[in-house]
Antibody, heavy 123, light 108 residues
Framework: EVQLVESGGGLVQPGRSLRLSCAISGFTFDDHAMHWVRQAPGKGLEWVAGINWNSATIGYADSVKGRFTISRDNAKNSLYLQMNSLRAEDTALYYC????????????????WGQGTMVTVSS | EIVLTQSPGTLSLSPGERATLSCRASQSVSSNYLAWYHQKPGQAPRLLIYGASSRATGIPDRFSGSGSGTDFTLTISRLEPEDFAVYYCQQYGRSPLTFGGGTKVEIK
């Protein structure tokens, strides 16, 4: 069974850091790009960051560039999002999502999603 | 970045009716790299259509996508009770990847 399980969310003060993790099972992790997508309470979807299969290609939304870092460990079937200098507007449910592309074809649509981990930035 | 505008914001229909959702891009979406998702309350989004018109695995054929360039459409031929949800389009032709603001399909 394909599973993406996010963890690491919580309540954090503005300016602090948090690291999200996504544990993957049920498919060949290093065949696919992976992404983080967030959804603020009651709002729509926002792509946050993506990383291709070998970490050679990485992209970020302008809203998080310079503050967030996406990474992956193919040996551990895990995806990460290091979030620094957090702001109130970063409050959202953060989803880990699998790219539909295979190996060199990346940054496409997202065919498998986790259930998300909630990040709340508040003093 | 490419801005996607979805319309209408809310669509009120009855089961069995046809739904037509629009997604308009601020710039041409290269290679028709346009996807559609739906999201039910408390659930993660689910991929319906990619490449503007290809159905994802397990998606019934009452869902169809069309369009090119800057104008795309998702059509649900006959609404089933489980289709009432929020629908999002997403472009992946150019980074940053972007989503539309969503169309809520609600029961009339």
């Amino acid at each position: 069974e394909v599973q993406l399980v996010e963890s690491g969310g919580g309540l954090v003060q503005p300016g602090r850091s948090l690291r999200l993790s996504c544990a993957i099972s049920g498919f060949t992790f290093d065949d696919h790009a992976m992404h983080w997508v967030r959804q603020a309470p009651g709002k729509g979807l926002e792509w946050v960051a993506g990383i291709n299969w070998n970490s050679a290609t990485i992209g970020y939304a302008d809203s998080v560039k310079g503050r967030f870092t996406i990474s992956r460990d193919n040996a551990k079937n895990s995806l990460y999002l290091q979030m620094n200098s957090l702001r109130a507007e970063d409050t959202a449910l953060y989803y880990c999502a699998k790219d539909i592309g295979v190996v060199i074809v990346a940054f496409l649509a997202f065919d498998i999603w986790g259930q998300g981990t909630m990040v709340t930035v508040s003093s | 970045e490419i801005v996607l505008t979805q319309s209408p914001g809310t669509l009120s229909l009855s089961p069995g009716e046809r739904a037509t959702l629009s997604c308009r891009a601020s710039q041409s979406v290269s290679s028709n790299y346009l996807a559609w998702y739906h999201q039910k309350p408390g659930q993660a989004p689910r991929l319906l259509i990619y490449g503007a018109s290809s159905r994802a695995t397990g998606i019934p054929d009452r869902f169809s996508g069309s369009g090119s360039g800057t104008d795309f459409t998702l059509t649900i031929s006959r609404l089933e009770p489980e289709d009432f949800a929020v629908y999002y389009c997403q472009q992946y032709g150019r980074s940053p990847l972007t989503f539309g603001g969503g169309t809520k399909v609600e029961i009339k």
